[in-house]
Nanobody, 123 residues
């Protein structure tokens, strides 16, 4: 059974940092594209960041570029999202996702999803 389990969310003040982790199990995701999405109350799920299997290719939404860093450890089957300089508008449930293709931007291409982890940034 394939599972993606996120952790690391929480409450942080504006300007602070959090590191999210997404642990994958049930198969190796070393050749998969891994993505992070987020969904705030009343809003649609939106792309945050993605990393391709080579780990040399990373992609970010403009709203997080320069503040967030995505990385992966294929040996641990884990992907990370380091979030710095957090803002109240970053408050959302963050989801990890995986798919075997190379396109990364839209949620409908992803085959596997985690349950999400809440990130709340206070002003």
């Amino acid at each position: 059974q394939v599972q993606l389990v996120e952790s690391g969310g929480g409450l942080v003040q504006a300007g602070g940092s959090l590191r999210l982790s997404c642990a994958a199990s049930g198969r190796s995701f070393s050749t998969y594209t891994m993505g992070w999405f987020r969904q705030a109350p009343g809003k649609e799920r939106e792309f945050v960041a993605a990393i391709r299997w080579s780990a040399g290719s990373t992609y970010y939404a403009d709203s997080v570029k320069g503040r967030f860093t995505i990385s992966r450890d294929n040996a641990k089957n884990t992907v990370y999202l380091q979030m710095n300089s957090l803002k109240p508008e970053d408050t959302a449930v963050y989801y990890c996702a995986a798919h075997s293709g190379t396109y990364y931007y839209t949620s409908d291409v992803y085959d596997y999803w985690g349950q999400g982890t809440q990130v709340t940034v206070s002003s």
